[in-house]
């Protein structure tokens, strides 16, 4: 049973299109997280959710929109898709300040837009 | 500005030939250094969490230590399976309380049999 799984796993669209893609979380964390890891394996917050309330938004262009309709759930939509945007994007979560553990990852979705 | 540092970038070993991997620091109200393990295709997998000068963990062939500067992850007879990207991370408080990582580039380890 997987305890942060994000889909798709690959999605490769055009320049301009809009993408969502889905985060679900079993662990009963609180806080969620989506990162964004480059070529060259370097990890960036992008947001970061506790509860349903958006708590940190690094500077990310506002094409960038994250949701979380419950606290077990965090998708990302991205409008008017660029290729700059082509990354792994990354889910994860944990229990906040009191999560000694660290966070927990899902398994990534490859972002290519061509 | 908050930062962490990795060195080597990459690291070629024979098995049985023991290392470390290296993580310097500059994160403001650091909290916690995590390391964290990341091989192909896959999300990074929670390893370690080290809070004071002078702690140390240890899983199997893996042992972090932690100074006021800098972090070691030494391994020790290393096999092939070890082989992935080590990755370090800062964990700083903000003024909301919640923590937020800050992840240096890794280092890209290779075992060989």
């Known amino acids: 049973d997987t305890a942060v799984s994000q889909t798709p796993k690959y999605l490769v669209t055009q320049m301009g299109n809009d993408k969502s893609i889905k985060c679900e979380q079993n662990l009963g964390h609180d806080t969620m997280y989506w990162y964004k890891q480059d070529s060259k394996k370097f990890l960036k917050i992008m947001f970061s959710?506790?509860?349903?309330?958006?708590?940190i938004n690094e500077t990310v262009p506002n094409r960038f929109s994250p949701k979380s309709p419950d606290k077990a759930h965090l998708n990302l939509h991205i409008n008017s898709l660029e290729l700059g945007d082509s990354a792994v994007y990354f889910c994860a979560s944990s229990q906040g300040l009191r999560d000694r553990a660290g966070y927990t990852f899902g398994s990534g979705t490859r972002l290519t837009v061509v | 500005e908050d930062q962490v540092t990795q060195s080597p970038e990459a690291l070629r070993l024979q098995e049985g030939e023991s290392s470390s991997l290296n993580c310097s620091y500059t994160?403001?109200?650091?909290?916690?250094l995590f390391w964290y393990r990341q091989d192909p295709g896959k999300g990074p997998e929670f390893l370690f969490t080290?809070?004071?000068a002078g702690e140390e963990k240890e899983k199997e062939r893996l042992k972090a230590t932690l100074t006021k500067k800098e972090s070691f992850l030494h391994i020790t007879a290393p096999k092939p399976e070890d082989s992935a990207t080590y990755l370090c991370?800062?964990?700083?408080?903000?003024?909301?309380?919640?923590?937020?990582?800050?992840f240096g580039t890794g280092t890209r380890l290779l075992v060989s049999p």
């Open positions: 080290l809070y004071s």
């Open positions: 959710y506790n509860n349903k309330e958006l708590i």
């Open positions: 994160v403001s109200g650091l909290r916690g």
């Open positions: 991370a800062g964990g700083p408080v903000r003024s909301t309380g919640f923590q937020k990582l800050v």
